[in-house]
């Protein structure tokens, strides 16, 4: 069973940064295409980005192209996500995820053992 815990959610100013950590338990984190998406209240869960297994491929959502930054550390089994400039449009709740077929995604539903997400607030 891989489990999924994102942290470093909080409470920030616009124009702040903030940098998101997804811990993953398992012995095969290198072998997976990473994601990170947000659900907003009253929104559909989005694509934010992603990371290909060794990390050698990043790919963005329009809305995170130039703010954010998708690394990893396989090493640490950790995934990160390093936000700047955030908007309150931001506002979300943050979920890691593994691609179930290992491709360069971008949809919910080619994803799967998400996390229970870390809560980033933006305010204006």
């Known amino acids: 069973q891989v489990h999924l815990v994102e942290s470093g959610g909080g409470l920030v100013q616009t124009g702040g940064s903030l940098r998101l950590s997804c811990a993953a338990s398992?012995?095969?984190?290198?072998?997976?295409?990473m994601g990170w998406f947000r659900q907003a209240p009253g929104k559909e869960r989005e694509f934010v980005g992603g990371?290909?297994?060794?990390?050698?491929?990043?790919y963005y959502a329009d809305s995170a192209k130039g703010r954010f930054t998708i690394s990893r550390d396989n090493a640490k089994n950790t995934v990160y996500l390093q936000m700047n400039n955030l908007q309150p449009e931001d506002t979300a709740v943050y979920y890691c995820?593994?691609?179930?077929?290992?491709?360069?995604?971008?949809?919910?539903?080619?994803?799967?053992?998400w996390g229970q997400g870390t809560q980033v607030t933006v305010s204006s």
């Open positions: 990371i290909s297994p060794k990390g050698y491929t990043t």
């Open positions: 398992g012995r095969t984190f290198s072998s997976y295409v």
């Open positions: 995820a593994r691609n179930t077929n290992n491709i360069l995604g971008r949809e919910v539903d080619e994803y799967d053992n």
